[in-house]
């Protein structure tokens, strides 16, 4: 049977409060990763799902104003 979209983002936003992205921190370094490997869209479609207000998406995904604890890693330079 195929789900579709609309219900997978309902059932990621209707995740209980101790499930793995109970951590709102969590949630939004996971959106920068799913940013970086999937897009922006990608991010900002689980961003929404977990309840990330729409400034916070704004900021984080545009680097504007990112706590240095939640910037990308450098890549490491090739030897």
Same mark, same amino acid.
């Given at each position: 049977m195929h789900n579709s979209q609309i219900e997978r983002r309902a059932t990621a936003a209707s995740m209980p409060a101790d499930g793995p992205y109970a951590d709102p921190a969590r949630v939004v370094r996971q959106g920068m990763a799913i940013q970086a490997s999937l897009g922006t869209r990608s991010a900002v479609e689980f961003l929404k799902g977990h309840g990330v207000h729409?400034?916070?998406?704004n900021r984080v995904l545009t680097g504007a104003q990112v706590r240095s604890s939640d910037q990308p890693l !450098?890549? !490491?330079s090739a030897a």
């Amino acid at each position: 049977m195929h789900n579709s979209q609309i219900e997978r983002r309902a059932t990621a936003a209707s995740m209980p409060a101790d499930g793995p992205y109970a951590d709102p921190a969590r949630v939004v370094r996971q959106g920068m990763a799913i940013q970086a490997s999937l897009g922006t869209r990608s991010a900002v479609e689980f961003l929404k799902g977990h309840g990330v207000h729409g400034a916070v998406i704004n900021r984080v995904l545009t680097g504007a104003q990112v706590r240095s604890s939640d910037q990308p890693l !450098p890549e !490491p330079s090739a030897a």
